[in-house]
């Protein structure tokens, strides 16, 4: 069972940076073979799908919304992902989650990726932005 606990959240001022961090333990199969992702939910929101990366695979897809401002990234030997969140707008505003499951990295970096389900999700960690 993938635990996934993620921290970093905040509040922040337009134009400002934070990093997100997902602590990921108990991976029942090699760690290499999950597909990670992060995802956000705003209020009164659908959860949207920000961005998805596969150990030794470059060229993370991402959200149009946070391209170039956005930047996910991993070290294994720590277990921890990361997004590093520059220029931040108050429209980035949500509950990020960071998230796993089992797939091929064709899967992961896919155009449907965002659509398929994740088996393992963490608690979620707020993220404020004010104008």
């Known amino acids: 069972q993938v635990q996934l606990v993620e921290s970093g959240g905040g509040s922040v001022q337009a134009g400002g940076s934070l990093r997100l961090s997902c602590a990921a333990s108990?991976?029942?199969?090699?760690?290499?073979?999950?597909?990670m992702a992060w995802f956000r939910q705003a209020p009164g929101k659908e959860r949207e799908g920000v961005a998805t990366?596969?150990?030794?695979?470059?060229?993370?897809p991402y959200a149009d919304s946070v391209k170039g401002r956005f930047t996910i990234s991993q070290d294994t030997a720590k277990n921890t992902l990361y997004l590093q969140m520059n220029s931040l707008k108050p429209e980035d505003t949500a509950t990020y989650y960071c998230?796993?499951?089992?797939?091929?990295?064709?899967?992961?970096?896919?155009?449907?990726?965002?659509?398929?389900?994740?088996?393992?999700w963490g608690q979620g960690t707020q993220v404020t932005v004010s104008s």
């Open positions: 108990g991976y029942t199969y090699n760690r290499n073979l999950y597909c």
């Open positions: 990366i596969y150990t030794g695979y470059s060229n993370p």
């Open positions: 998230a796993a499951g089992l797939r091929t990295w064709v899967d992961c970096y896919s155009a449907s990726a965002f659509t398929k389900s994740f088996a393992y």
